[in-house]
């Protein structure tokens, strides 16, 4: 059973463009939810992360939109560039225990210059 | 600074073959966890490791394996491999259990 449902598979936005990503939960005790960008070969880089007492956190073009009572959390990128053409998976992690990040499946974004 | 760094990049093994796969964590890092990570899906938690002891463990079987060293890096081992085992495995070390993880470039093991 997929823990973290993310949506969509794949988008493709204009350079300049909004790209959205959205990802739900059921697990209440995930307590951390990061955003990892993974280009093909490489290993995943987190993005940008946050916790579930605050609703919004910005960094440069990345901002994470988190609605608690929803259980529903969305990236989204500004000003989308060329460069920013990867899959993308949020994840979230039980509070208590191991650092297990359970991830959503992936939505490859394609920039079109 | 070095990230985390896996070996060996590529690996091609036949079934029933036994595989180890390693890694070295960020220097000061002292837990290692470890991803299955199957084509156009997200990774799959294995395995954590903090200060040489297993502290986490997923819905793999007991083929699936490993262990830490004293220096912090840490092998995989998967035994009497299947085609399905076929996959890129990542490796992620943190500084402490619960601590934000980096992630290694990982190792793509096909299974023939």
């Known amino acids: 059973q997929q823990q973290v449902k993310q949506s969509p598979q794949s988008l493709i936005v204009q350079k300049g463009g909004i790209s959205i990503i959205n990802c739900a939960y059921e697990?209440?005790?995930?307590?951390?939810f990061p955003w990892y960008q993974q280009f093909p070969g490489k290993g995943p880089a987190l993005l940008i992360a946050i916790r579930p007492d605050v609703s919004e956190k910005k960094e440069g073009r990345f901002t994470i939109s988190f609605n608690k009572s929803a259980k529903q959390f969305s990236l989204h990128i500004m000003d989308s560039q060329p460069g920013d053409s990867a899959t993308y998976f949020c994840?979230?992690?039980?509070?208590?225990?191991?650092?297990?990040?359970?991830f959503g499946t992936g939505t490859r974004l394609t920039v079109i210059p | 600074d070095a990230g985390v760094t896996q070996s060996p990049t590529h690996l091609i093994k036949t079934r029933g073959q036994q595989v180890t796969l390693r890694c070295s964590p960020i220097?000061?890092?002292?837990?290692v966890s470890w991803y299955q990570q199957v084509l156009g899906q997200g990774p799959q938690f294995i395995f954590q490791?903090?200060?040489?002891?297993?502290?986490g463990r997923g819905n793999f079987p007991d083929r699936f394996s490993a262990r830490q060293f004293p220096n912090y890096s840490s092998e995989l081992n998967v035994n009497a491999l299947l085609l399905g085992d076929s996959a890129l495995y990542l490796c992620?070390?943190?500084?402490?259990?619960?601590?934000?993880?980096?992630f290694g470039p990982g190792t793509r093991l096909t299974v023939l």
């Open positions: 992620a070390s943190s500084w402490g259990q619960n601590n934000e993880q980096f």
């Open positions: 490791y903090y200060e040489k002891e297993e502290r």
């Open positions: 994840a979230a992690r039980v509070g208590a225990g191991a650092n297990n990040l359970f």
């Open positions: 697990n209440t005790a995930f307590d951390y």
């Open positions: 220097s000061g890092h002292k837990s």
